[in-house]
């Protein structure tokens, strides 16, 4: 301990220095780290669970895009009511599969098949679309109210545990009851004014422990601003939890706006829709058992892939849970 | 005189877990401690947990507000300001934490978190700036190559480096150093310490060094500070404290310094202090030391004593006590009679 | 205990406050003459409207309707409905059974089919038994309620009935207590269809949190110790890996008597849910208005319920 000054500094010149970490062996490249995301994704890659369904995804995606083209290809439009006697029996009723429709028809004579693609694209936007809008609105009210505390704070975890005590699909249905009328982006609105307050709740949690972290302290101490320790410390801390709570709540949004539309009060009519698809099944499906079979089962694939996905990445962001699958 | 306490004050209101929130309950962390720090020297403040001297590394960073006192800084008085105003002087008094693991963003690069004085600052271009790393790097041991690792890559002796290359990037004037050595292995605390000395020779720096082992504190001070529940019970040079220590409690904390001849340590009688520290909600009255001290007397319990130079010490050498030590008292044989 | 009680009532009555604001001020502020419009009619001149506005007091300042909206609530008053004068309370008396056989009834068959499976699952990972079961809840779990209980309906009512074995009716509700039999005859599918979907998150939720007890230092002391298996399991392993489940129970459970709104209407059973969607098709505020209040106070107090709990279980939560 009472080593001279000179001693002191070829000690910690030479061997000290690079304990654990040799010096990089001459001509290779500067060695990166790994950031804890893109090793999350590398676990993700190897899941083939989550590929599978994530290329499902793909599938229900391209095809949704693709709808017009099925259109074309079959020759029917998705709101085109057909008369012809392989379309609608004399008395009204629907057309079982056939190689006209493949899907058979509706009750107003319309192509299921053509139907079901279109009603993909409403699907999948809103699901998304929801999503996205619900994990901003949740992240950027959680962060804020639990970084700066305060009044502000106490105000909204209030809020939050109000809205949160109103049940989800109940809350939606009443948003929509306010606002008097609906369209696609409307029923986006309104589920993700269901949502936002979960997410809410969760970021103002993981904020509030992370702002009394000592490099927070350490930030502060080098005159850090407050939007800064925001931007630079906690807010990348925040992303990997905001991710997880996006893949958990994608499904959720596809099936709140399927239900919105069973109940009546999404996308109005005549726009192809699952939910409403089934919705107008509901008097007809015992004779016509494809207007119920057809959208219900494009509903249940799409979510079950978007549910097998979201736990395959909540399992690569958090590789200690048990996965069924192992590589 | 670089910085100056004058009777700096810290009080924390207690939290009550009713809904009702008035509490007159206070923890006194910091009770009246006024201290100089002399440009280039190293002050050494020594004491148990609890006693307030992480609160006070913390008041002279201005990362709390004093409740009372004044805190001069190269000659302005840096009490009242506010964080604004606080910032450009922020270049100049950095900070080196006690826990290498959390002062450290984990999913920071390296580079990053010790380019960020540079970039709070406005320090430089990004070229410059990475260079400028690399340099700091290098200064404190760790190879510049590995500026793009995260800190989980690193050792808790290098993680500490990298918060000293944080701490130093900008040549500050004054360093705090909050128990800068207490979380590692005892081989790393030598490396770190040497690292630290050597720094202070090389960059004319001037260190805060807060610890609870003597034995390190001594390596590295010029002059040293001991605290108890809040207050200075005695400052003096690093030799004159370690040779003629007045406090009662500072030769307690003395006589539990290892010793490394085992018959020396064999011979040593241990100063065992009775009791635990006091709570700093209430702290004792008059002498705060008194209910532990192994001498007390009755005037211990009915006046506070001063912190004055005893016996014949030279002015740089005070104690706050009564009855102090004297050169050949043996305090293990003491008696109360308080 | 008393204290950590209080507080949480008090909490939860500020809660119930914000939910009477928000709802007040989402319905009504600001809707004042559409709500005379309905009430007045279609054919209605504007005098009507004029007079009809009057009669509501919407005439009064926001906050003195605010008051006398509290007001009649805190006498257990919800107004009547826009269209036929009905007490909003009568409404909410029928209906109520209804969802509460519902939500009940499936909210046990969804506990001890989940966590039995869940925990089954869980002592046996990677076992073909397990694989078999987490895929079925996966399954379940991603299958939308209406979908679900269609196709029940598909196969256990039509396609059994057109066969002859009429077990099923295909919808409404038959109450306890005149017929105990048609009752539970009405209800099996219903119940399935809650149930089994929320059986199959309880198995995901019941299998994850016991694999995470299971890994813990304590259990494996606890098999070192020589305990057997299955005191390993029932004694250390359940308690620890129930209590998120718990949680969930008291809010699920209070979330399904807020209205099983899909299952209901799917299965024409007037609860709640029910109600509350023909209340907002038909604008029928009142009523909405109603079950939203009477579907945030069971959440809340669910919510007590469960903090209770946790308080009587988890000593370290009281000294909070």
């Known amino acids: 301990m009472t080593q001279g000054i000179g001693d002191a500094i070829s000690s910690h010149v030479s061997e000290g220095a690079f304990e654990t970490l040799p010096a990089n062996a001459p001509g290779t490249k500067a060695i990166e780290g790994r950031s804890p995301v893109s090793l999350a994704f590398d676990r993700l890659r190897r899941d083939r669970g989550a590929m599978i369904s994530l290329g499902l995804i793909v599938a229900i995606i391209v095809l949704a895009i693709a709808a017009p083209g099925v259109a074309a290809l079959t020759g029917h439009g998705p709101n085109h009511q057909y008369r012809g006697l392989d379309a609608l029996s004399p008395s009204g009723q629907p057309h079982a599969p056939s190689t006209t429709f493949w899907f058979g028809t509706d009750d107003q004579g319309r192509d299921i098949l053509v139907r079901t693609a279109y009603g993909a694209r409403i699907s999948l936007m809103v699901g998304i679309g929801a999503t996205l809008i619900t994990i901003t609105a949740g992240t950027v009210v959680g962060l804020l109210t639990g970084y700066f505390g305060g009044i502000v704070d106490t105000v909204l975890a209030r809020i939050i545990d109000m809205v949160l005590s109103i049940p989800y699909l109940l809350f939606a249905i009443a948003l929509v009851a306010i606002l008097g009328h609906i369209n696609m982006w409307l029923v986006m609105v309104v589920i993700a004014g269901a949502g936002w307050a979960s997410v809410a709740r969760i970021i103002r949690g993981q904020v509030i422990s992370m702002r009394e972290r000592e490099y927070v302290e350490a930030a502060r101490s080098l005159g850090a601003s407050d939007w800064r320790i925001i931007f630079v410390d906690i807010l990348p801390n925040v992303i990997a939890p905001a991710i997880v709570f996006a893949t958990l709540l994608l499904p959720v949004s596809v099936v709140t706006e399927a239900a919105l539309s069973y109940l009546g009060v999404g996308v109005p009519p005549p726009t192809a829709d699952w939910g409403q698809m089934i919705s107008s099944a509901q008097g007809l499906y015992q004779e016509a058992w494809w207007y119920l079979f057809f959208p219900g089962i494009a509903l249940l694939i799409t979510t079950l892939a978007f549910n097998i996905f979201g736990d395959g990445v909540r399992d690569a962001f958090d590789p200690r849970s048990d996965r069924l699958f192992a590589k | ?338 | 205990m008393i204290r950590f009680l209080a507080r949480r009532l008090a909490l939860g009555v500020v809660v119930m406050f914000l939910v009477t604001i928000a709802v007040y001020v989402m319905f009504f502020a600001g809707n004042a003459e559409n709500i005379a419009h309905r009430m007045a009619g279609r054919q209605a001149t504007p005098d009507v409207v004029q007079r009809v506005y009057d009669n509501l007091g919407l005439n009064r300042p926001i906050l003195a309707q605010y008051g006398h909206f509290v007001w009649r609530l805190l006498h257990g008053d919800l107004g009547r409905d826009y269209y036929h004068q009905v007490p909003v309370t009568t409404i909410l008396k029928q209906a109520a059974p209804i969802t509460f056989s519902l939500a009940i009834g499936a909210a046990v068959i969804w506990l001890v089919l989940g966590v039995s499976a869940g925990v089954f699952s869980s002592v046996r990972p990677r076992t073909l038994a397990d694989r078999a079961f987490t895929t079925t809840a996966l399954f379940f779990y991603s299958i939308p309620v209406f979908v679900l209980g269609l196709t029940l309906l598909y196969v256990f009512f039509y396609q059994l009935t057109v066969h002859g074995l009429a077990i099923f009716p295909a919808s409404g509700y038959v109450g306890l207590t005149s017929n105990p039999y048609e009752w539970m005859r009405h209800l099996i599918l219903p119940w399935l269809t809650l149930a089994l979907i929320s059986a199959a998150a309880y198995t995901r939720l019941s299998r994850t949190s016991m694999l995470e007890v299971l890994g813990e230092d304590y259990i494996r002391t606890a098999r070192a110790k020589g305990l057997s298996e299955r005191r390993v399991i029932v004694r250390h392993g359940l308690r620890s890996a129930l209590a998120p489940v718990v949680t969930q129970f008291g809010v699920d459970v209070a979330t399904a008597l807020g209205g099983a709104i899909l299952t209901e209407s799917v299965f024409g059973l007037p609860g709640l849910g029910y109600e509350s969607v023909h209340a907002i098709n038909d604008q029928d505020l009142p009523v909405i208005v109603g079950i939203v209040i009477v579907a945030a106070a069971a959440v809340i107090l669910a919510n007590i319920a469960v903090d209770l709990m946790y308080a009587v279980l988890d000593p370290r939560v009281r000294l909070h």
């Not at chain 2, 500490?160 to 005892?186: F, H, N, T, Y």
Request: charge should be neutral; hydrophobic fraction near 40%; aromatic fraction near 4%.
């Open chain 2, 1 to 338: 005189m670089l910085v100056k306490l004058d009777n700096v004050v810290k009080h924390f209101p207690v939290q009550s877990t009713s809904i009702r929130r008035h509490s007159s309950d206070v923890v006194h962390a910091v009770d009246g401690v006024s201290l100089e720090i002399q440009r280039g020297e190293t002050l050494g403040l020594v004491g148990e947990t609890g006693c307030g001297k992480s609160t006070l590394a913390r008041c002279v960073t201005r990362l709390y507000d004093l409740t009372s006192g004044r805190i001069t800084f190269d000659g302005e008085d840096i009490t009242g300001l506010s964080r604004r105003q606080m910032r450009p002087l922020r270049a100049q008094i950095q900070m080196i934490f006690q826990d290498p693991y959390g002062s450290l963003n984990p999913r920071r690069r390296v580079g990053s978190i010790i380019a960020d004085p540079l970039v709070i600052h406005g320090v430089g271009t990004r070229d410059k700036r990475k260079s400028l790393v690399q340099e700091t790097m290098e200064l404190v041991g760790l190879n510049p190559e590995h500026y793009n690792r995260f800190p989980a890559e690193f050792s808790g002796g290098q993680r500490q480096r990298i918060g000293v290359a944080r701490a130093l990037i900008l040549r500050p004037k004054l360093v705090v150093c909050d128990e800068p050595v207490s979380a590692l292995d005892v081989s790393i605390q030598a490396q770190i310490i040497n690292l630290l000395a050597d720094l202070r020779a090389e960059l004319g720096l001037t260190y805060l060094f807060i610890a609870h082992d003597l034995s390190v504190v001594r390596h590295v001070s010029d002059r040293v500070a001991v605290m108890y529940l809040g207050k200075v019970v005695e400052r003096a040079d690093s030799t004159d404290l370690y040779n003629h220590a007045r406090h009662p409690y500072t030769n307690a904390l003395l006589s539990a310094v290892p010793v490394p001849d085992p018959v020396a340590a064999e011979a040593r009688q241990r100063i065992v202090l009775a009791g635990d520290v006091p709570s700093p909600i209430a702290p004792p009255e008059a002498c705060r030391f008194h209910p532990r001290c192994p001498k007390a007397e009755q005037i211990c319990t009915l006046q506070e004593p001063a912190l004055v130079p005893r016996f014949r010490d030279p002015e740089t050498h005070d104690a706050a006590c009564h009855i102090p030590v004297a050169d050949e008292e043996d305090l293990a044989t003491a008696r109360r009679t308080a």
